[in-house]
């Protein structure tokens, strides 16, 4: 079934500076991709997400980027902000099962003031 | 705006114990799904339900899970004998279409069994 891999699985920045996140996802067939922030006690809230027919899409601070070939996205934060302290999972729907939607293991950011 | 909510917030309970968890979805979605997410591990997909039958559902959701929308608002997750193992946070989501919609996660129920 698919798999959803995510790099790093913490980082830290600066305040200011930018955040990348890396996924890779196995199943050629997935064409939904969403990105999730969780912060602590909370459940998981999505702050982007891109479907297959678009290579990127932009929302203020935050960017994520698809390349269908290579089977890799990307979720970019720039000018990060303390409060952009969190998990951020990956997510891909699944092939034909497209209301299943299947997460990365996730990158614990943290901004440091 | 409209958001999901859960109850109980935090559920403890005895081995062998039923429970059952409780979702209000967004009230004009027809898709509703549950998830857990064992403490620091990765949010993994349980059941999705829609036209009240489930449509999909994960090798995690085995014949002690069950789900029911018992009424026109609330989604329920029942487990029918609890292990050890069970114990994690359980998410509801809910969306308007399926096929790709976004799905709106409610806060959370953390199951403890003991």
């Known amino acids: 079934g698919e798999n959803v891999e995510q790099h790093p699985s913490t980082l830290s920045v600066q305040e200011g500076d930018s955040a990348v996140i890396k996924c890779t996802y196995s199943?050629?067939?997935?064409?939904?991709f969403p990105w999730y922030k969780q912060e602590l006690g909370k459940g998981p809230q999505l702050i982007i997400d891109i479907r297959s027919n678009v290579g990127e899409k932009k929302d203020q601070r935050i960017a994520v980027t698809l390349n269908k070939t290579a089977k890799h996205f990307s979720l970019h934060i720039t000018e990060t902000q303390p409060e952009d302290s969190a998990v951020y999972f990956c997510?891909?729907?699944?092939?034909?099962?497209?209301?299943?939607?299947?997460f990365g293991p996730g990158t614990s950011l943290s901004v440091i003031p | 705006e409209p958001e999901v909510t859960q109850t109980p917030s935090h559920q403890v309970t005895q081995m062998g114990q039923e429970v059952i968890l409780r979702c209000v979805p967004i009230?004009?979605?027809?898709?509703f799904y549950w998830y857990r997410q064992i403490l620091g591990q990765k949010v993994e997909f349980l059941v999705s339900?829609?036209?009240?039958?489930?449509?999909?559902k994960s090798e995690i959701f085995d014949d002690q899970f069950s789900v029911e929308r018992p009424d026109g608002s609330n989604f329920t997750l029942k487990i029918r004998s609890t292990k050890l193992e069970d114990s994690a946070m359980y998410f509801c989501?809910?969306?308007?279409?399926?096929?790709?919609?976004?799905?709106?996660f409610g806060p959370g129920t953390r199951l403890t069994v003991l």
């Open positions: 009230s004009n979605h027809l898709y």
């Open positions: 339900f829609y036209n009240n039958e489930i449509s999909e």
């Open positions: 989501a809910s969306s308007e279409q399926g096929e790709s919609d976004t799905q709106y």
């Open positions: 997510a891909a729907s699944y092939g034909t099962s497209y209301d299943k939607v299947i």
């Open positions: 199943d050629s067939a997935s064409n939904y």
